[in-house]
């Protein structure tokens, strides 16, 4: 716990383009933050943090350095296969961490994080900021309001542009397609269908983009408790016309949301009544636009959150044990396309 009335003291370990865009700017807007240093392997993008802090921010190429000043807690934004020890080695210094998804690349990893974070009391909170999006909660008081019944199916219908080349091109540094790009989606699965997962049936391949090391595409059905299902469909050689579909359906109605356009419409089976809104998120208020353009929201809400935990000594709604379930549903999924075949949740998560 960190006292209200002094300044919570953060380090940016990564201070790329997303850690400056989506991290460095909205930590600014944050009252009562102040941040202190910053890491990149890159002079060019530690220039531009000062930009962004002024000159007194502290700067360094090796994250390591970052822990030597006096912080209260850190943000991790480096490449994924570095959050377990960033994470790790910042949690032995008693801070609190945020630490941008996936949580780790295996779920052992995963677990260490969680027990020192429990044994030093510490707050870990894991960068899905979907559940920080207006569109989601919204979504989600609907459901637990009950206006569709009891959920039965989920899906996600994603067909975008290639991630940004570099290290997302590696299946080393990423742990792959599933792991970096879709661990947002297996969260909202858990999240709404409010269970683990029994066992996951993927395909998936490199079909256009085969210059890259990682999958350009995959389908992936999830099992859950009482015969509930998720799917997940991704392509990453789509760059036009197409928005992020999130949708579900219950015995009572069905939601079906675009992100992009910020859109619900709800059918109650029940009157039949039809219910669409949009929601007012501006761009401003959004925090962070990609450099294709698209609007990813929720991630000053969850800075926010973040900070608000590390004052009051609180668990997260995107803890380290939820972070854990969507890396073991990621690495299901990826398996399960290298062997042709189900894989039991099982082997994953007990």
Not at 16 to 42: C, M, Q, Y
Not at 172 to 178: C, E, M, Q
Not at 240 to 254: M, P
Request: contains cysteine.
């Amino acid at each position: 716990m960190t006292e209200a009335s002094s300044p919570l003291r953060v380090g940016l370990m990564g201070a790329g383009w997303f850690g400056r865009e989506a991290h460095l700017r909205n930590l600014l807007k944050i009252p009562g933050v102040t941040v202190v240093a910053a890491s990149s392997r890159s002079d060019a993008s530690l220039e531009a943090a000062r930009a962004i802090v002024g000159e007194q921010l502290q700067t360094h190429h090796d994250w390591h350095d970052v822990l030597e000043h006096e912080l209260d807690a850190v943000i991790v934004a480096l490449t994924n296969d570095q959050h377990c020890q960033a994470t790790l080695e910042a949690l032995e210094r008693n801070l609190h961490v945020l630490c941008e998804k996936p949580l780790a690349l295996t779920v052992a990893d995963c677990d260490r994080m969680i027990a020192l974070a429990e044994e030093r009391r510490r707050v870990l909170q894991v960068g899905h900021e979907m559940r920080f999006q207006s569109l989601y909660r919204h979504m989600k008081k609907m459901v637990d309001r009950n206006e569709v019944g009891e959920v039965q199916i989920m899906w996600c219908r994603e067909y975008r542009g290639p991630m940004r080349p570099g290290w997302r091109s590696s299946e080393k540094l990423t742990g792959g397609t599933l792991l970096e790009k879709n661990s947002h989606h297996f969260d909202l699965f858990c999240w709404f269908l409010g269970d683990e997962p029994l066992r996951v049936t993927a395909t998936g391949g490199r079909n256009v983009l085969l210059n890259r090391e990682v999958l350009d595409n995959a389908q992936v059905l999830i099992e859950f408790a009482g015969g509930r299902r998720a799917v997940l469909e991704l392509c990453l050689f789509a760059p036009y016309g197409g928005d992020t579909e999130i949708g579900l359906v219950g015995d009572a109605g069905r939601i079906d949301t675009w992100n992009q356009a910020q859109r619900l419409v709800h059918h109650d089976f029940r009157i039949p009544e039809r219910l669409e809104l949009h929601t007012a998120d501006s761009a401003e208020e959004a925090g962070f636009q990609d450099a294709s353009g698209r609007i990813d929201r929720g991630i000053l809400a969850e800075l926010e959150h973040f900070v608000d935990c590390c004052r009051r000594g609180t668990t997260p709604i995107t803890d380290g044990r939820s972070g854990r379930l969507s890396v073991a549903l990621g690495l299901a999924a990826q398996e399960s396309i290298r062997r042709g075949e189900s894989v039991s949740m099982d082997e994953w998560l007990k």
